[in-house]
């Protein structure tokens, strides 16, 4: 079993930037892609972005392509989200995910994501 601890949301006016963090424990999170998440009111949940198990490859969905910077320490078994310039339409609770690799892959398929954390808000005042 995974578990997974979102941290650092919070309200932030429009273009600003904040930096959330997924902490794993119970498994070391190299063995998994992981995946950033969103889910905004009223709306399905969203790919964000992903990032292969070593770190060395990393996907965006194109509302955050530019904006937004996946990245992971696998030594503190911690995945970062650094989102700057951020719009009121990326107002969501975001979500950490981790999907189980054999290979070194991005995944970008929602189902493939077996464990999830609970969540952190994400607000961005316009």
């Known amino acids: 079993q995974v578990q997974l601890v979102e941290s650092g949301g919070g309200l932030v006016q429009a273009g600003g930037s904040l930096r959330l963090s997924c902490a794993g424990s119970?498994?070391?999170?190299?063995?998994?892609?992981m995946g950033w998440f969103r889910q905004a009111p009223g709306k399905e949940r969203e790919f964000v972005a992903t990032i292969t198990r070593s770190g060395g490859s990393t996907y965006y969905a194109d509302a955050v392509k530019g904006r937004f910077t996946i990245s992971r320490d696998n030594a503190k078994n911690t995945v970062y989200l650094q989102m700057n310039s951020l719009k009121p339409e990326d107002t969501a609770v975001y979500y950490c995910?981790?999907?189980?690799?054999?290979?070194?892959?991005?995944?970008?398929?929602?189902?493939?994501?077996?464990?999830w954390g609970q969540g952190t808000q994400v607000t961005v005042s316009s």
């Open positions: 995910a981790a999907a189980p690799v054999s290979a070194v892959v991005v995944v970008t398929t929602t189902s493939r994501y077996v464990y």
């Open positions: 119970g498994r070391t999170l190299s063995s998994y892609a």
